[in-house]
């Protein structure tokens, strides 16, 4: 979950406070998950979303086979194998180029909790999005493609919610590369600043 905006300076002073997308949900109930709630104009902005999370993830992978010593590498993975974490990028970015969820929710009471800004069905790969998702910038850390890609991450790669937020992303990395290995928001934050710049 994350907090934005008017609780943004609350969620930096709580120890507790969660900045990431909600965690991997369970099978929802009844038959909701097949409809999905999304309207048109939402489900628009989430292709849009999934798109620029492609470009920016393709970018990065670039980038860091350009340099492997990549700055940005080092600060969300530490001293990971490169080669690993290339792989499970390049099976987020194919998993993104080449799938959309089976299902769109769109800021349903019962999920979107105060701090969330999205979630996904591990099972099933349907997602769903929250109102700071829609109201998320296009770029910089916690952005709407970034996002897309942390939750994509779960069901791609596994990935887990070890750390949330910038701070305990990066530090994650320093103090166990293994688990930031792991960590969704760690190929979040990544993407955000290795991939920058992408081309359109």
């Known amino acids: ?3 934005v905006t008017g609780v943004l300076l609350l969620a930096l002073a709580l120890p507790g ?5 909600g965690k991997p949900q369970g099978a929802p109930q009844g038959q909701r998950e097949q409809a999905g709630t999304c309207s048109a104009a939402e489900r628009q902005i989430i292709e849009q979303a999934f798109q ?3 470009r920016m993830t393709l970018h990065a992978i670039r980038r860091l086979d350009q340099n492997p010593q990549l700055p940005e590498f080092r600060q969300w993975f530490g001293t990971a194998p490169v ?3 290339r792989g ?3 099976l987020i970015l194919k998993h993104i180029g080449t799938r959309r969820p089976p299902a769109l929710f769109c800021n349903p009471p019962d999920r979107c909790n105060p701090g969330t800004f999205a979630f996904v069905f591990t099972g099933s790969g349907g997602m769903g ?3 700071l998702f829609f109201a998320a910038r296009d770029g ?16 791609a790669i596994r990935t ?6 910038p701070p305990r992303a990066a530090q994650l990395a320093k103090d166990d590369p293994m688990a930031a290995m792991n960590n969704a928001d760690n190929y979040e934050y990544f993407v955000e600043s290795a991939g920058v710049n992408a081309p359109r």
């Open 1 to 3: 979950m994350r907090l």
């Open 17 to 21: 406070a969660a900045w990431a997308q």
């Open 52 to 54: 620029d999370a492609y």
């Open 83 to 85: 080669p690993q974490v």
């Open 88 to 90: 499970n990028l390049v």
């Open 129 to 131: 999005f929250c109102r």
């Open 140 to 155: 910089g850390f916690d952005s709407r493609p970034g996002i897309v890609v942390h939750e994509v991450s779960h069901v």
């Open 160 to 165: 887990r919610d070890i750390a949330y937020s």
